[in-house]
């Protein structure tokens, strides 16, 4: 599913890869800002273009996580230098302010969408909303069972129970960092669960399965 939420930054990266990379005879030429920065624009006006009128973008693959698109879309778009001030941010923060609560409840669209209006900085007026947002992450880290101290895909007030996957709980991360960067108190006890989490489910050769306990 992750991999689903990436396709619109791929695509654009993709398109943006000749640019960057050349051919193995090419291989001992540098790597000049210049090619960097043509890279980067054709993947911001690659983005641009596919965004919907009303200020969205969509997932072929995956409609449910429109939210976590758009916001994923915005975050890229942000990060390549634009600001709220530019129209396909303003639009995008413009449709990502109408939804409205209790959504979304997706692990990984709470999260991207903490994590794109953090980015977008616009002044105060999405703090009460980011701080809503966290408290629905925290809500849903698993407290019981196996797996304790990740997230499944579902935050939907079901009392800490559920199967947590790395990816999941990657994202729930996060959204939870960037939230706090931008004042919300998030538990102690949330980070420490956090923190067992990885720490005991890191493997002997150093790395983590998509779920707990598996090899």
């Avoid at 960097?36 to 969205?56: E, M, T």
């Avoid at 007026?125 to 701080?131: E, G, T």
């Avoid at 960067?181 to 669960?193: A, C, F, L």
Wanted: hydrophobic fraction near 40%.
């Amino acid at each position: 599913l992750a991999r689903i939420l990436l396709v619109p930054i791929l695509s654009s990266l993709t398109l943006a890869l000749p640019l960057v990379f050349q051919t193995s005879a090419q291989a001992q030429e540098p790597l000049r800002a210049e090619a960097v920065l043509r890279a980067i624009k054709r993947g911001r006006d690659y983005l641009i273009s596919k965004q919907q009128p009303d200020g969205s973008w969509s997932s072929e693959q995956l409609a449910t996580h429109k939210v976590g698109v758009s916001s994923l879309c915005l975050l890229a778009l942000l990060e390549s230098g634009l600001t709220p001030d530019d129209p396909a941010i303003a639009r995008g923060l413009e449709w990502l302010r109408t939804v409205k609560e209790p959504n979304p409840r997706r692990t990984y669209d709470i999260s991207l969408m903490i994590m794109a209006l953090a980015a977008a900085n616009d002044g105060v007026k999405d703090n009460l909303r980011i701080f809503a947002l966290a408290q629905r992450l925290e809500s849903g880290q698993v407290t019981n069972g196996t797996g304790v101290g990740g997230w499944d895909y579902f935050c939907d007030g079901s009392g800490g129970v559920g199967q947590p996957d790395r990816s999941n709980t990657q994202y729930a991360v996060l959204g939870l960092r960037d939230a706090a960067y931008k004042g919300v108190p998030i538990s102690r006890t949330t980070w420490e669960r956090i923190r067992n989490h990885w720490e005991n489910g890191q493997q002997a050769d150093g790395g983590w399965a998509y779920r707990y306990n598996q090899g």
